[in-house]
């Protein structure tokens, strides 16, 4: 069976670009309403009709109703956005109109009646509101006659050096589906993923540019397959006090280290964290490349990631290069469906409906 996919909010593509790791699927149709986002997409996977578009608009629905009967859709993916479930978000639950956009996305499968559908959230969307949102989706799923599984997948378990926790719902029309089971015995460590990127200072680095060390892991051997360049690997240009702060700092550890009157009132523990190098990264966000955000800076060199280490972090290979301002970029990134757990439910979506 050959998989043709609808990919809905697709933002940078990550989830596309994952599954078509599989060779049966193949993303033949896109939306999103961030035209940059949808820029990265469209250059990195060519072949594909990328609409933008707000999903509310009957005219946006109608012209993705037409196309998708036109290449033959029968698996629809996609994240509706999720900022209002999210911890770091302010749980706004009902009173959040984002929060409500999967009624749309179940609209077009109800349209559309695909063979499968995925949908994936935070894991917060299953406990938000007392769960109110989970069971109204689980309800609607039901009356769509589908087979549902749905949990909690943790990308690390897939090969991502990274510990993202997702809520997946894997649908089927003719039988149920599970889960993607863990596919690595041993997980992706930070050094891993980035150790061969480890040059640039502070404000270094451009879009493009050339490998400065070899690869020293796997990964990072695959994550170079088929690419010459280096895209994506530039540091931001932090303010002299941010540098300061970060070369009191030891390698692998946070502001523990930092004197009192230079912390500020941050209150989370985890700001002016450096990551570790043989663990997996915490999960990456859209604010990576602020020092003062979370754990994102370099284990020893005085900086927050880079683009192109964050795109590691998520599972995106070298080929995959993001366009847009900085801002756009690491909004890309960070959003993005790890490209490695995507393709882990596409071989199962494949192995138990061949």
């Known amino acids: 069976m050959e998989f043709k996919i609808l990919d809905l909010f697709c933002g940078a593509g990550g989830f596309s670009y994952g599954m078509e790791k599989n060779p049966h699927f193949k993303t033949v149709l896109a939306l999103d309403n961030d035209s ?5 997409f469209k250059r990195n996977m060519p072949s594909c009709d990328v609409i933008i578009g707000d999903i509310t608009s009957s005219s946006v629905k109608e012209q993705v109703v037409q196309k998708a009967i036109e290449y033959g859709v029968n698996t629809i993916i996609g994240g509706p956005p999720c900022q209002g479930y999210s911890n770091k978000g302010k749980k706004l639950g009902m009173d959040d109109p984002r929060n409500f956009l999967f009624r749309e996305y179940l609209s077009l499968v109800k349209e559309l009646k695909p063979e499968v559908f995925v949908i994936e959230n935070v894991k917060a969307l299953l406990s938000t509101s007392s769960g109110w949102f989970r069971d109204e989706i689980l309800k609607a799923i039901a009356t769509l006659d589908y087979y549902i599984d749905y949990g909690v997948l943790n990308a690390s378990h897939f090969g991502v050096p990274q510990s993202r926790e997702r809520a997946i719902f894997i649908c089927a029309k003719r039988k149920f589906i599970h889960l993607p089971q863990q596919t690595v015995t041993t997980f992706t460590t930070v050094r891993d993923a980035i150790a061969d990127l480890a040059y640039h200072e502070s404000g270094e680095g451009a879009f493009e540019g050339r490998y400065a060390l070899p690869a020293s892991s796997h990964y990072q051997e695959m994550m170079r397959e088929g690419s010459s360049k280096l895209y994506n690997h530039m540091a931001s240009r932090h303010k002299d006090i941010a540098i300061e702060k970060l070369k009191l700092i030891p390698p692998e550890k946070g502001k523990e280290f930092l004197p009192s009157d230079m912390i500020g009132r941050q209150r989370f523990h985890t700001t002016w964290g450096r990551l570790k190098w043989d663990t997996v990264a915490p999960t990456i966000d859209t604010r990576f490349d602020a020092a003062s955000n979370g754990t994102n800076n370099h284990p020893f060199l005085n900086r927050a990631i880079t683009p192109r280490e964050a795109a590691r972090i998520q599972s995106f290979d070298d080929n995959f290069i993001f366009y847009g301002s900085k801002v756009r970029i690491r909004k890309q990134i960070g959003n ?18 061949k």
């Open 36 to 40: 940059y986002a949808g820029e990265t």
């Open 336 to 353: 993005a469906v790890p490209p490695l757990m995507a393709k882990a439910i596409a071989d199962t979506i494949y192995n138990e409906l």
